[in-house]
């Protein structure tokens, strides 16, 4: 089966840009998670979503961060403004429910 | 909140050596999840645990969950410089938490 899409792979932007980072899950997984990864960290939820539907989203920064997930499929991940902690990998996740999690290749996000 | 503490933060070892991490959780689990990443990868998932003192083997690997299921360990036999990368464990009571990880180098 296809594994999760992300794009873009890499990205640099200055502080106070604004950035947007998609995802397409595998087929049929109606949930879907974006992760922030930090150097040296495990993952950090920032938003859980259940077909189109925000399931948890208690650690996404919502003065500056915002997802949206239409029809149920693929999701986008926005940061406006962006500031020189967000530098890290923002991981898109995919799973059945209760099932194993099938991460995307990540965008790494570089703030300057 | 939920918390995952992982140990220890890194490991080294010789080719041949064999490799344990620990996870503990605040909270008991409905389950736990093993995770692998390598170097500049991406987790990629190893094994879930749902039971009460389950333990689960993948060839080198042994994977237990305690008996109060807030405690589960990852031990490799015999590590080989494949075996290099971040194993993170994530215990599951609603949403999915993971530990820090534990980075494993192997020298050959």
């Known amino acids: 089966e296809a594994g999760v899409a992300q794009s873009p792979r890499y990205k640099i932007i200055e502080k106070r840009q604004s950035v947007a980072f998609w995802c397409n899950p595998i087929s049929g997984h109606a949930t879907l998670y974006w992760y922030q990864q930090i150097l040296g960290q495990g993952p950090k939820l920032l938003i859980q979503f259940q077909n189109n539907g925000v399931v948890d989203d208690s650690q996404l920064p919502k003065d500056r961060f915002s997802a949206e997930r239409l029809k149920g499929v693929d999701s986008t991940l926005k940061i406006q403004p962006a500031k020189l902690e967000d530098s890290a990998v923002y991981l898109c996740?995919?799973?059945?429910?209760?099932?194993?999690?099938?991460f995307g290749s990540g965008t790494r996000l570089t703030v300057v | 909140g939920q918390q995952v503490m992982q140990i220890p933060q890194y490991q080294h070892v010789q080719e041949g050596e064999d490799f344990t991490t620990y996870c503990n959780s605040s909270?008991?689990?409905?389950?736990i999840q093993w995770y692998k990443q390598r170097p500049g990868g991406h987790p990629v998932f190893l094994i879930q645990l749902v039971k009460s003192g389950e333990v689960k083997k993948q060839k080198r690997l042994t994977f237990q969950f305690g008996e109060a299921k807030k405690n589960s360990s990852l031990h490799i036999t015999a590590t080989q410089t494949t075996d290099v990368g971040t194993y993170f464990c994530?215990?599951?009571?609603?949403?999915?938490?993971f530990g820090q990880g534990t980075i494993l180098t192997v020298h050959p």
């Open positions: 996740a995919s799973s059945l429910e209760r099932g194993s999690y099938t």
């Open positions: 909270t008991t689990l409905s389950n």
């Open positions: 994530a215990g599951q009571y609603g949403k999915l938490t």
